[in-house]
C-alpha cells in the first residue's frame, strides 16, 4: 500500500509538472537555465548560462547537476529534468517510512507519516514550481537522519556528502545536524559533519564561485541591509530594523 502511494504520487508529480511545461507555465529562468547548463556540460561545452549570463557551477556549486548529465545523452527531452525531480522527491518518503516503522514498530503508522511528507505543502511546491536542485534535499536529509538514528555511517556519510553537492548554503541544515549528531549520537561523525559542511561552504564561495565569477555570489542584493556584513551589524544595534523587515511583505 505505501509503495503504491509513493508510486501514484511520484507518477502525479511528473505528469503534472511536464503537463505545466508544456502549457507554458514553467519559467524561463528557474527551469531553462538547468536545461540549457545541464545540456551544455552533456556535450562537453562550458555550462555559461546565456539566460543570467554566468557559469552554471559559478551560480550555485549545484554539483548533483553532475549527475544528471549522462541522462542528457540518452533522452533530452526537457521534460527529463521535471521527471527525475519528482522521482527525488517522493523517493525522500522512503527513509520516513523505514524510520517511523522501525521507532514506532507500526506499517500503519509509517503508511500515515509518509502521507503527511508527501502531501505537506512545501512538498507539492517544490515538486511543481520548476526545477531545482534543492529538490534532492528531502532525500538526502531523510536519509541522513534516518542513517544517523540506526547508527548506518556508511550510509550517513555519502547522504551527508551527496547534500554538500546540492547548494553551497545546505550547511546552514548540515551544521545543526552534525551538532545534533555530535551530542546524541557520535562525537565523531557530528563534528565531521559540522565541520566538513562549514570548510566546504567557504571554498564553494570563496574559492569556486568566486575563481569561476570573480565574485563570492553575485546576488548580494537581494541581502538586506548592505549585505551580509551590514545584516549582522543590524542584527546586534537594531534588532527591532530586522524583526520589521523579517515580518514585512520585503522578504
Known amino acids: 500500500m505505501t509503495a503504491a502511494m509513493i508510486a ?3 507518477f502525479y508529480f511528473a505528469a503534472l509538472s511536464v503537463e505545466m511545461h508544456r502549457s ?3 519559467s524561463a529562468y528557474d527551469f531553462g537555465l538547468y536545461d540549457q547548463g545541464i545540456w551544455l556540460l552533456s556535450r562537453f561545452q562550458n555550462p555559461f548560462v546565456t539566460l543570467m549570463g554566468r557559469n552554471l557551477i559559478g551560480d550555485h556549486t549545484s554539483f548533483i547537476l553532475l549527475f544528471l548529465v549522462p541522462v542528457y545523452w540518452i533522452i533530452g527531452s526537457t521534460s527529463t529534468l521535471f521527471v527525475i525531480q519528482a522521482l527525488a522527491i517522493v523517493a525522500g518518503a522512503v527513509p520516513i517510512y523505514l524510520f517511523t516503522r522501525n521507532r514506532l514498530d507500526s506499517e500503519a503508522m509509517a503508511t500515515v507519516f509518509v ?3 508527501l502531501i505537506h505543502p512545501a512538498t507539492v511546491w517544490i515538486a511543481l ?8 534535499l528531502g532525500l538526502f536529509i531523510a ?3 534516518y542513517a544517523a538514528f540506526e547508527s548506518k555511517w556508511r550510509m550517513y556519510i555519502v547522504a551527508v556528502l551527496l547534500a554538500m553537492s546540492v547548494k553551497e548554503d545546505v550547511s546552514l541544515i548540515l551544521i545543526p545536524l552534525g551538532i545534533w549528531v555530535a551530542w546524541r549520537k557520535n562525537l565523531k561523525m557530528g563534528l565531521f559533519t559540522a565541520v566538513t559542511a562549514f570548510w566546504y ?8 564561485q568566486r575563481g ?18 551590514g545584516s549582522i551589524k543590524t542584527l546586534f544595534t537594531d534588532p527591532m530594523a530586522m524583526l520589521r523587515y523579517l515580518v514585512s511583505d520585503s522578504l
Not at 130 to 135: E, I, L, Q, R
Not at 201 to 208: M, T
Not at 213 to 221: D, E, L, M, Q, S
Request: charged share 10%; no cysteine.
Open 143 to 145: 536519509t541522513a537522519l
Open 24 to 26: 507554458l507555465a514553467t
Open 115 to 117: 502521507a503527511a511528507y
Open 129 to 136: 514550481e520548476n526545477f531545482h536542485p534543492d529538490a534532492f
Open 212 to 229: 569561476i565569477n570573480g565574485v563570492p555570489f553575485r546576488n548580494g542584493w537581494r541581502i538586506p541591509f548592505g549585505g551580509l556584513s
Open 8 to 10: 501514484v504520487v511520484g
Open 201 to 208: 561552504s567557504v571554498v564553494a564561495v570563496f574559492g569556486i
